[in-house]
């Protein structure tokens, strides 16, 4: 390559951008890209070079290869609403945006699937099926914003996960373009396909192993029937004793979340929806679904087992109305949280279900130890834990002591046989944990598979994996920079 | 390396095999070997160099240490029940068997999960927690002397993988031994781990990435009450339709099989079950599970459903001998054509549920066109057929006329959208037809993994994958010769 200063092959990349996706798909004046330099993980900020909006795979696969030819890193990014800084720029980084490939491509009823593009957004996906009776089951909370592409790339989960598994259980085949701009497809129309489980090792690789550019997704019939059962207790123990017997009794509800002392006065405070009792340390919220009578044999089965546990009330809802009404304080408690404190940190971590009682009376500790409230309101079904750490970002040094608060509580989710993540990711923010749950030999076979597909390293650099530099010092940095496996120009 | 005969060469390393396992624990002697030559797939046949049998992770990582030392190729097999020749050897391999590999090695019910090793038997795994009211979903006809290991490599299915799903979905981490002797756990305790899903792509991965030394399973909680139909009807057509419309209308049966008039005679001759009813064209029998109120409620709706479809009779059987009556003769079709005809070779492909009437009769059709009777038995609710067709070996040719037929079947459920194998695996059997369902870019990506796990290429070479000589050839040959990858000594 003719040696060029950086600007000048920044220009020169763009023009070759513009003449795949026109002028107006390159985006690079610096007031426009500001948008682009965060995800949801809004503690870290790196600007991207240019950021470029095709519209098609062939448009990707024709921007990937003028990236592999300059060598020059480049990031997917959906709805940029992801939790773990998995769409987070780097420097000198091209942003490849999907959030104009929302086509639904197509809708087979009959075999229950869609194929969309990785800019649909995960709601649309049951809007465009639930006149038919179908939907499409996993519902992070973002649902109404969060794109399809993002949840492939995060393995994203959401309460009804709890029965129906997260993303990777719901998506049969994908379009990818590979890290040297070549398109293949892995996966199929019906589930089970031959050969290795590429589908499977690509949903949750958070952009390091290329771009999925068309996505064939599952579809269920929707449920006869739905109650929603709110139980609410004295004691957490109560409350967690609850969910180990209800999965034990052999029922798997819709969904399982579990609110604490403080969740629930702080929803109430700010929701106002008088359907929480404040002084309960605990309250559950129930899903089941089914058939008619399933749902009602096993709503009525769930509350004598709440009552067993000590349950003081215990609410069933059948009309769509009542249902809503007991979710809606679920739905809104992160928003509350946002309204009666400065900043809050989301943290997500996996535990065996045996182990909620002991895991959240540590935190608690871990709280004090720290001086910061964490409150509680999770996936109790499936052990996913959301401890929000409340805190004023306004006081210097309280991020970097959030996050070690964070990291202890990740630790101590590995300690009992858990996991650092349960639907959000590691993506920026917890590359430095994994060696908390895989030894060098582990980390190196996941290596071989990035290098398999990545060999330049150029897809998503210095995502998942722990960086050269301790997790403390890249904190204290306040930005992710290394990108060591590819020299820039 | 000294430069040594290839006898010598095989003296070494069988001494060095010996340091590891014992004496008793390496095969040579040529009528030993003889079992070895072939597995389920019996059509292929070849002897290995050395038969070895380890105890532990640590003597297979020895053992691999070994052939990647002196650049061997391995092959594992665990029961040698296969019935695609992934345990198939080629020549100068060694056959590292699991068949002392049989420790239940912890059982864990409170979180629903028992740690084994590969040669554990299926059936074993369910026996060992069914006191505990719990049992293991995945059952292969051959349940009762096919091992966890096998299961692992070839993706198991079963009757009951309609509603629970493969092996795959049962499996929730490994410890492998990597083709390069090094150790790696991959997955865990939990479902969805963070990083690739290692685990998924190592199930089905029929002994090319590795071998694995210890699995965790899920176990799930034994249903509450069972119900068995059995419908029968005067039309393919019609038990074809009653499928679809099942499906549609929610239920998910735990199983739904289907036999055809031909097979439910030989069944009839050979087991004489008295169950099924000869004049019938087709017969389904369909397992429901759940609730006692929900197995109830499913299988009169089902009935339902069998009777607008004109199915002339309904039984349904709850009384778990009358259960077991019904099942009697399903589960002998195989054994009963074994018996109606000199041989028979099984199909194993997967088509759309909504192409099963077009399907089957199109088969019926290339039967005819060939010269061979094909009887159906198969897992109807997943679209998974097992044409069966018989023939007589003695008759000079035949072998390559069926294996003809078998794959224009094969060619007919990839035309219909669907995979050359719904749970047999490719094996030696079939990877000529992989280019059938994938493009070359499809493949090479599955290459890449395979060479980043087996870069030598000295686990199970061969399979999987398409040979560079066509498939009429190597069917001719009549055995599998080519291991391109790694010059013997």
């Known amino acids: 390559m003719v040696a060029l200063t950086i600007k000048q092959n920044w220009n020169t990349i763009a023009k070759e951008f513009e003449a795949v996706v026109g002028k107006n798909g390159v985006i690079r004046k610096r007031e426009e890209l500001l948008v682009y330099e965060c995800d949801g993980l809004t503690s870290y900020r790196e600007r991207p070079e240019l950021v470029v909006l095709p519209r098609t795979t062939e448009e990707v696969a024709a921007l990937v290869k003028i990236c592999d030819r300059y060598q020059v890193p480049f990031i997917a990014r959906g709805s940029g609403t992801g939790l773990s800084g998995g769409a987070l720029p780097i420097k000198n980084c091209v942003l490849i945006v999907t959030a104009l490939m929302k086509r639904i491509i197509s809708i087979d009823l009959e075999n229950q699937r869609v194929v969309v593009q990785p800019g649909v957004i995960n709601n649309w996906v049951t809007q465009a099926v639930s006149g038919a009776g179908f939907y499409y089951a996993p519902d992070p909370s973002s649902q109404i914003i969060c794109s399809i592409g993002g949840n492939v790339a995060e393995n994203s989960g959401g309460v009804h996960c709890l029965k129906y598994g997260v993303t990777t259980n719901h998506v049969l085949g994908l379009k990818l373009v590979l890290p040297d701009g070549s398109i293949a497809d892995v996966g199929g129309e019906i589930p089970e396909m031959p050969g290795y489980d590429l589908t499977g090792v690509f949903v949750g690789s958070e952009g390091t192993l290329g771009i999925a550019t068309e996505i064939t997704l599952k579809i269920l019939k929707t449920p006869e029937s739905i109650r929603v059962l709110l139980a609410d207790f004295t004691s957490i123990e109560a ?40 002084d309960a340390e605990a309250i559950l919220l129930i899903e089941v679904d089914g058939l008619e009578i399933e749902a009602e044999t096993n709503s009525q089965r769930i509350a004598a087992i709440c009552s067993q546990n000590g349950a003081r009330n215990v609410t069933i809802a059948t009309d769509p109305d009542e249902r809503l009404k007991l979710w809606k304080g679920r739905k809104a408690a992160f928003a509350a949280m946002g309204k009666i404190s400065p900043d809050y940190y989301v943290q997500d971590g996996v535990i065996p279900r045996t182990k909620l009682e002991y895991v959240l009376h540590e935190i608690a500790l871990l709280g ?29 040094g309280a991020l970097e002591k959030v996050e070690e608060l964070g990291g202890a509580i990740l630790k101590l989710c590995v300690k009992v046989g858990g996991s650092i993540s349960g639907e959000h990711g590691i993506g920026a923010d917890k590359r430095c944990y994994m060696p908390e749950m895989f030894s060098p030999a582990d980390l190196e076979t996941m290596q071989f598979v990035r290098q398999a597909f990545n060999p330049k390293g150029i897809a998503n650099p210095t995502k998942i994996f722990p960086a050269p530099r301790t997790c403390g010092e890249a904190a204290k940095a306040g930005v992710i920079k290394e990108f060591a496996g590819v020299e820039l120009f």
Chains 1, 2 share one sequence.
């Open 368 to 396: 004090e130890k720290f001086g910061y409230h964490v409150a509680n309101v999770f996936h109790a079904g499936d052990g996913n834990l959301h401890p929000l750490i409340l805190y004023d970002n306004a006081v210097p």
């Open 239 to 278: 409350a967690g004793a609850t969910v180990s017997d209800i999965i034990s009794s052999g029922i798997i509800p819709g969904g399982m979340e579990m609110m604490d002392n403080f969740s629930i006065n702080a929803v109430e405070d700010v929701v106002c929806t008088e359907c929480y009792p404040r």
